[in-house]
T-cell receptor, first 112, second 112 residues
Framework: DARVTQTPRDKVTEMGQEVTMRCQPI?????VFWYRQTMMQGLELLAY????????DSGMPKDRFSAEMPDATLATLKIQPSEPRDSAVYFC??????????FGPGTRLTVT | AQSVAQPEDQVNVAEGNPLTVKCTYS??????LFWYVQYPNRGLQFLLK??????LVKGSYGFEAEFNKSQTSFHLKKPSALVSDSALYFC??????????FGQGTELSVKP
């Protein structure tokens, strides 16, 4: 049963620290998405890739967030420096195309 | 711009009764519509999609959705609700660039 995996599952850090979240998409999926979920804003798309190339990262605060896919088995989302308003659950999702997306369990980030 | 609206923040249903979770959409061109479910502390799970064809789409866990072009709606339905159906439900539409635009979500509560 193939699944998207994300690490870490929980992260507590202090303001100003760098945070790196990792995602392993399902093997064979060529699209990868990063989302952020908060009670106030709901589910927001931060960035997405197709065949490892970034297609759209307009949802990300450019000055502090960056997303990459160093290879087909790894996607990363980095926040530097982190701020309390970044506290949220971050989801990675992958799909064989743009029609279906399979979500990982999420990384719960708390920035104090 | 493509968008979806879920007019109800919460839906309460008694177990065994039929349930409906509402979604309306606004798109230019043919709509590609989706329903996802999120259980507590989990990522979203794909339920069903409408791309083309029959207006009644069947999905996972006994759910179905009815596409109504004249009313621009894509309501999620189930003939007999289970307590285990209690979760957060998201309607989504695919935009021209291929990404999904999610609604704000509807909390479904099924009571015994």
């Amino acid at each position: 049963d193939a699944r998207v995996t994300q690490t870490p599952r929980d992260k507590v850090t202090e303001m100003g620290q760098e945070v790196t979240m990792r995602c392993q998409p399902i093997l064979g999926h060529n699209t990868v998405f990063w989302y952020r979920q908060t009670m106030m804003q709901g589910l927001e798309l931060l960035a997405y890739f197709r065949n490892r190339a970034p297609l759209d990262d307009s949802g990300m605060p450019k000055d502090r967030f960056s997303a990459e896919m160093p290879d087909a088995t790894l996607a990363t989302l980095k926040i530097q420096p982190s701020e309390p308003r970044d506290s949220a659950v971050y989801f990675c999702a992958s799909g064989p195309d743009f029609y279906e997306q399979y979500f990982g369990p999420g990384t719960r980030l708390t920035v104090t | 711009a493509q968008s979806v609206a879920q007019p109800e923040d919460q839906v309460n249903v008694a177990e065994g009764n039929p349930l409906t979770v509402k979604c309306t959409y606004s798109v230019s061109g043919n709509p590609y519509l989706f329903w996802y479910v999120q259980y507590p502390n989990r990522g979203l799970q794909f339920l069903l999609k409408y791309i083309t064809g029959d207006n009644l789409v069947k999905g996972s866990y006994g759910f179905e959705a009815e596409f109504n072009k004249s009313q621009t709606s894509f309501h999620l339905k189930k003939p007999s609700a289970l307590v285990s159906d209690s979760a957060l439900y998201f309607c989504a539409v695919r935009d021209g660039g291929g990404k999904l635009i999610f609604g704000q979500g509807t909390e479904l509560s099924v009571k015994p």
